[in-house]
Nanobody, 121 residues
């Protein structure tokens, strides 16, 4: 099982970027999917999560600016980032809780390799 991220890059303050993450490999089910970010020297923090029932939660710092969405058929999660700020600069990681064993209803966390987002003028 692998999570492949795309869409990182550079943007100016006030600009937009869209991150995507696709799950590949043989899986049974995905529960929650999320985006985290990490700045060098700081802990990885949750940015946004979408649950199986499509409920979402956002970090206060991105509420109203970022939108998380998922496509069940494509096993994909996306993060639309608008009104970007310099403080959004970080490496963004995709996360998903995935069941791989059809007999054991256990969801293990999987991570992408990270994609860098830089916001500067």
């Amino acid at each position: 099982v692998q999570l492949a991220e795309s869409g990182g890059g550079s943007a100016q303050p006030g600009g937009s970027l869209r991150l995507s993450c696709v799950v590949t490999g043989t899986i049974m089910s995905i529960s929650s999917m999320a985006w985290y970010r990490q700045v060098l020297g700081k802990q990885r923090e949750l940015v946004a999560v979408v649950n199986r029932d499509d409920s979402t939660n956002y970090a206060d710092s991105v509420q109203g600016r970022f939108t998380i969405s998922r496509d069940y058929a494509k096993k994909m999660v996306s993060l639309q980032m608008d009104s970007l700020k310099p403080e959004d600069t970080a490496v963004y990681y995709c996360n998903a809780h995935i069941q791989t064993d059809m007999y054991a209803h256990i969801y293990d966390p999987y991570w992408g390799q990270g994609t860098r987002v830089t916001v500067s003028s």
